[in-house]
């Protein structure tokens, strides 16, 4: 049973530029959260995925989007990068309506220079 | 706003001996409690976990408390193992029964380090 997956593993990218990043939740599981990590901090929740739509965000600014697809896979998109967007940043994949444990991917480092 | 705090960034332990990991939270609506394990390079691990109804859980060598008055929460370890090594998260969450949305609140982590 392959667990969530997420694509690339590390990118850079200059300032200005726009990203996208990748997750493959984990078989069965039908919601999908996107997080920031910053060095040294906890992961930072950014939003949340179920049903192709956006159900839940965290306090980021809307340069931050998303999409969910009817596989339950999902990406991020972030648009005129700035340094402090420079972070791990982890997908969690779920079931909707369960007191589960959320299962995380291995995450997406993201380099902006 | 940080709404679960863990003030411990590093905790340091003999092999064998107990790992006591705490965490504290502001937000009273949080009923539900999770402790992830991250090595790097990896993603976060889900260890244990906690409903806000029960004051203790036990997994193998792993017990998380629960005390809802103080808003306190820890992890404990025993006995340690130097394979523990690793930064431990505390993360809530506002469950209601299982039909909210399930956005986890973390802490800043603690690094432990358990020694040979």
């Known amino acids: 049973d392959a667990g969530v997956t997420q694509s690339p593993t590390h990118l850079i990218k200059t300032r200005g530029q726009q990203v996208t990043l990748r997750c493959s939740p984990k078989?069965?599981?039908?919601?999908v959260s996107w997080y920031q990590q910053a060095l040294g901090q906890g992961p930072q929740f950014i939003f949340q995925?179920?049903?192709?739509?956006?159900?839940q965000r965290g306090n980021f600014p809307d340069r931050f989007s998303g999409h969910q697809f009817p596989n339950y896979s999902s990406e991020l998109n972030v648009n005129a990068l700035l340094l402090g967007d420079s972070a791990l940043y982890l997908c969690?994949?779920?079931?909707?309506?369960?007191?589960?444990?959320?299962?995380f991917g291995q995450g997406t480092r993201l380099t902006v220079v | 706003d940080q709404q679960v705090k863990q003030n411990s960034p590093s905790l340091s332990v003999q092999e064998g001996r107990i790992s006591i990991l705490n965490c504290d939270y502001t937000?009273?609506?949080?009923?539900?409690f999770l402790w992830y394990k991250k090595y790097p390079a990896e993603g976060p691990t889900f260890l244990i976990s906690?409903?806000?109804?029960?004051d203790k859980n036990e997994d193998g060598r792993f017990t998380v408390f629960l005390n809802k008055s103080a808003k306190h929460l820890s992890l404990h370890i025993v006995p340690s193992q130097p394979g523990d090594s690793a930064v431990y998260f505390c993360?809530?969450?506002?469950?209601?029964?299982?039909?909210?949305?399930?956005?986890?609140?973390f802490g800043q982590g603690t690094i432990l380090t358990v020694h040979p």
């Open positions: 906690i409903s806000s109804i029960k």
């Open positions: 969690a994949s779920s079931l909707a309506g369960r007191a589960t444990e959320a299962f």
């Open positions: 937000n009273s609506m949080f009923d539900y």
């Open positions: 993360a809530a969450k506002v469950d209601a029964g299982g039909t909210s949305y399930g956005k986890l609140t």
């Open positions: 995925y179920y049903e192709e739509e956006e159900r």
């Open positions: 078989s069965g599981h039908d919601t």
